[in-house]
């Protein structure tokens, strides 16, 4: 998977908008933040996952896809390598990440019409 894969998926999910921030892509629904390019490694993605157990549980499994470096520890957000991660997995990841954040009524309409 590349950059290019990540804004495909991120841009299916209604409200999602892609800003450059610091000079990098970054996804938020409104003006809650879900995604962005890594600043610390070219080949990952920063994405916010509201469950910290869940978090906890991808890293110590999969430590080859997911990592969570210290400096991201207070934002709640995992990091995933592109070049290792399934194309459906991350999918599966931005929606919950999209469900967390997106305004209800915005998510409650999407969920009726899946």
Request: net charge negative; glycine share 4%; with cysteine.
């Amino acid at each position: 998977m590349n950059f290019d894969d990540v804004r495909q998926i991120a841009l299916s999910f209604p409200g999602v908008e892609e800003h450059l921030v610091f000079g990098g892509p970054t996804f938020r629904v409104g003006k809650r933040f879900l995604a962005s390019s890594a600043k610390i490694d070219a080949d990952a993605l920063v994405l916010k996952l509201p469950d910290q157990l869940q978090r906890e549980f991808l890293v110590s499994s999969q430590p080859e896809i997911f990592y969570a470096p210290k400096h991201y520890a207070s934002f709640g957000s995992v990091l995933i390598r592109l070049s290792q991660v399934d194309r459906d997995e991350l999918r599966d990841l931005f929606e919950q990440a999209w469900c967390a954040y997106a305004p209800k009524r915005l998510v409650a309409t999407y969920q009726a019409n899946e």
